[in-house]
T-cell receptor, first 113, second 121 residues
Framework: AQSVTQLGSHVSVSEGALVLLRCNYS??????LFWYVQYPNQGLQLLLK??????LVKGINGFEAEFKKSETSFHLTKPSAHMSDAAEYFC???????????FGTGTRLLVSP | GAVVSQHPSRVICKSGTSVKIECRSL??????MFWYRQFPKKSLMLMAT?????????EQGVEKDKFLINHASLTLSTLTVTSAHPEDSSFYIC?????????????????FGPGTRLTVL
């Protein structure tokens, strides 16, 4: 069975600072990995995904993530935080393509001026 | 493209009544739709997977008779919470998985609706 662990329920950064949101996964087969963002009272928006190929994945809004098989990690980064990045971020894994997604517990990103 | 809508966005009902939530894929045909439940400050928990024209597959622990799912067309799935009680209060989110051809934006990806906030008094 797959699982996702997101370290840190809350991450606080200053505007302009580096954003690092951590995600570790467990999967018995090569995983598909996703990062989603959720703004208050809204659904989820896909930031980026890893399926196969290049391990450094670039997404929308300046975010990127690197798949590290040896570390079973898929951490999300952004070089410079913006106030509009404040939201809840979810990491998810699937071992059947885009079928059943298993989500982590989420990390709330707080951005201060 | 690839927009999923949910209706209503918010609903308040009395205990014992039934509530229907609609999930529509507006600009693509969704071969599969998923229903999730999100508790406050918690992650999304998959409730069930529905394929057009067939019965939904429920996750372990989800009551089939409580949460009725119908996927009558390639653009519409409904979730009916029957005899709702306060513990059913939650944020319900649907997603739709596009079919289509490889290379299109909707191919195989799950697109999420904006969610429905259910409050049972």
């Amino acid at each position: 069975a797959q699982s996702v662990t997101q370290l840190g329920s809350h991450v606080s950064v200053s505007e302009g600072a580096l954003v690092l949101l951590r995600c570790n996964y467990s999967s018995s087969v090569p995983p598909y990995l996703f990062w989603y963002v959720q703004y208050p009272n809204q659904g989820l928006q896909l930031l980026l995904k890893y399926t196969t190929g290049a391990t450094l994945v670039k997404g929308i809004n300046g975010f990127e993530a690197e798949f590290k098989k040896s570390e079973t990690s898929f951490h999300l980064t952004k070089p410079s935080a913006h106030m509009s990045d404040a939201a809840e971020y979810f990491c998810a894994v699937s071992d059947t393509g885009f079928q059943k997604l298993v989500f982590g517990t989420g990390t709330r990103l707080l951005v201060s001026p | 493209g690839a927009v999923v809508s949910q209706h209503p966005s918010r609903v308040i009902c009395k205990s014992g009544t039934s509530v229907k939530i609609e999930c529509r894929s507006l600009d693509f045909q969704a071969t599969t739709m998923f229903w999730y439940r999100q508790f406050p400050k918690k992650s999304l928990m998959l409730m069930a997977t529905s394929n057009e024209g067939s019965k939904a597959t429920y996750e372990q622990g989800v009551e089939k008779d409580k949460f009725l799912i119908n996927h009558a067309s390639l653009t519409l799935s409904t979730l009916t919470v029957t005899s709702a009680h306060p513990e059913d209060s939650s944020f319900y989110i649907c997603s739709a998985r596009g079919g289509g051809t490889s290379g299109t934006s909707s191919y195989n990806e799950q697109f999420f609706g904006p969610g429905t906030r259910l409050t049972v008094l």
